[in-house]
């Protein structure tokens, strides 16, 4: 038994048409398919309509996410596959759906092939993975898992003032049921999740799809920088105590300390105080994203430039304090699931990221891997991005095998295409 060849996935061309208009934003040439708004429940439309036409039996679980069955009464746990369909303000066409879409196709590619998997195969659309609505990334996911409150995801308020509850209410979703669900959990062994990539690694190597290793540990850092206001124009430079100096420096500061370590930090978010043309700055208040390839990396950069700043504002006469916000650990995805994939698909590359993912949350609770999909530029989040249709075809092959792989038993396909 064989996969045809990568050319021929023709239901790939279908999906994707009947997905892209769902969304759509035409002045930006974006998408805004927010949890639980018309675009989204036009997505998860969209999803049992495509489960329906395969013969996939299509349930909701408790905390809103898809998942349609391919031979849900097999015996064994299942193979999960998927993404999710939401996306950020404005966002690109395949984060996310790219790995749905490629999830359809691959079982489509499978069923040609006359494969038949041995354990239930499940795909998964999750649900409001962006967190664009009501501010949490993976809250269908961290739901699922325990990782976030039922009591605080129900409460979580949008721009205009609706909750998650209420959301999920009018979409026919009961929200009194949210939360950790072990019973589903357990019924799942593993989880591959497909991504557009979100870097440019893929380029560098000159291949299609790659295979994840980790999620880098990533924080959210408040830097306050204090002076003293005063007049722009009549204040001797020699008299100032400017903190736009200070920030001004450790921004700088930052970059050089970030590529020292082979890390990312980006100053993307300030405040200033009173904020006026012709004056001093009495305070300015700027948020740090710093993300490594490890803990102790991403502790000795924050160390090294905490040092930078304080010693800069002493020469300027400016205070300085530094409060950590958000920390999130390293996600290392399963590392015999990475090794046996990255072994099936022609010893892929394995990249880390410096993404967030539902893979990621689930990490946690059973063994999950990703494969990303080249991104010739590298851009996401953004109208921009874009992934060659060649890829995706590629991508959707990799999946197919991969499942056939993980969910074949002894009937795995050959790999001559
Ligand atoms: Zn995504």
Known sequence: MELPSPEQTPSLDELWRSLLPLGFHRASGGYRRFAWNKADLACRAWFTAQAADRGLTVRTDRNGNQWAWWGERLPGKALAIGSHLDSVPDGGAYDGPLGVVSSFAAVDLLREAGWKPERPVAIANFADEEGARFGVACAGSRLLTGQLEPDRARALTDDSGVTLAAAMEAAGQDPDVIGRDDELLGRIGQYVE??????????????????????????????????????????????????????????????????????????????????????????????????????????????ELEEAARER??????????????????????????????????????????????????????????????????????????????????????LARAVSELAGGSARLGAAW
């Open 194 to 303: 497909l991504h557009i990539e979100q870097g440019r690694a893929l380029v560098d190597v000159g291949r299609a799809v790659g295979v994840a290793t980790s999620i880098w540990p990533h924080g959210r850092w408040r830097f306050e920088f204090g002076g003293e206001a005063n007049h722009a124009g009549t204040t001797r430079l020699e008299d100032r105590r400017d903190p736009m100096l200070t920030y001004a420096y450790t921004v700088l500061a930052a970059r050089k300390k970030a590529a020292a370590h082979g890390a990312l930090a980006t100053f993307g978010r300030i405040l200033v105080e009173p904020n006026g043309t012709n004056a001093i700055p009495s305070k300015v208040s700027a948020w740090l994203d710093s993300r490594a390839p490890d803990e102790a990396t991403l502790t000795a950069l924050l160390a």
């Open 313 to 398: 504002a002493g020469r300027d006469g400016a205070s300085l304090s530094v409060v950590n916000e958000s920390l999130t650990p390293i996600v290392e995805f399963d590392h015999a699931l990475r090794d046996r994939l990255a072994k099936t698909l022609d010893e892929a590359p394995v990249l880390p990221t410096g993404a967030g993912h539902d893979a990621g949350i689930l990490a946690g609770r059973i063994p999950t891997a990703m494969l990303f999909v080249r991104n010739p530029t590298g851009v996401s989040h953004s109208p921009a991005e874009h992934a060659e249709i060649a890829d995706c075809r590629a991508g959707v092959h990799a």
